[in-house]
């Protein structure tokens, strides 16, 4: 099912482009609706040995928790799509202007599952199954528990597991953790 969505977005839409590119980064990195929705340009990064996203704190979203602010790794279609979405025409700094708004990521949210029940009518296939999807990808390679809750941004076991490393010492790891999870599971 999610092969087949997969392939849909990537054919994406002539009418809303976005859409298509914002499940294919939601598919790719586990990330939150709203963390996705929410970016702007200033916080994608498809350059460097680590190419990643910022989620952090704007103004027009919120984020879930404290753990939610932090640098997840891009590799495979999610680096294609971020790039793609940094292409793509556009006034202001968001990366998806359609939805950098307050209720933005519940219109994407909408919008997403009109077209996941032209795949599935399965009540379980909803866009936040792919969160849970990417959990079991990450458990099925033997990722650690710490480096799972860097990339899903769920709350860090102690202080040492927060306040030490800096940012490219945890992208390095996360990205080779994420590579290799997506490579198990046959999709990168």
Request: charged residues 30%; glycine residues 8%; contains cysteine.
């Amino acid at each position: 099912v999610l092969d087949d969505m997969a392939e849909r977005m990537k054919r994406g839409s002539n009418r809303n482009p976005e859409l298509g590119l914002v499940w294919r980064l939601l598919a790719g990195t586990g990330c939150r609706m709203a963390e996705v929705t929410g970016l702007r340009v200033e916080d994608v990064d498809v350059t460097g040995d680590f190419p990643h996203i910022r989620v952090r704190w704007n103004p027009e979203r919120r984020l879930k928790t404290q753990a939610s602010i932090r640098s997840v790794p891009l590799v495979g279609d999610a680096l294609e799509a971020a790039r793609e979405a940094l292409r793509l025409p556009r006034e202001g700094d968001a990366l998806f202007p359609r939805y950098a708004r307050e209720r933005g990521a519940d219109t994407a949210s909408q919008s997403l599952m009109k077209t996941l029940r032209t795949v599935t009518q399965n009540p379980r296939h909803v866009n936040h199954s792919l969160r849970h999807n990417m959990k079991d990808c990450l458990r099925e390679a033997g990722v650690s528990v710490l480096e799972q809750n860097l990339i899903l941004g769920h709350t860090l076991g102690g202080e040492g597991d927060t306040a030490y490393g800096g940012e490219k010492a945890k992208l390095a790891v996360t990205s080779k953790a994420l590579a290799h999870a997506l490579l198990q599971a046959k999709r990168l």
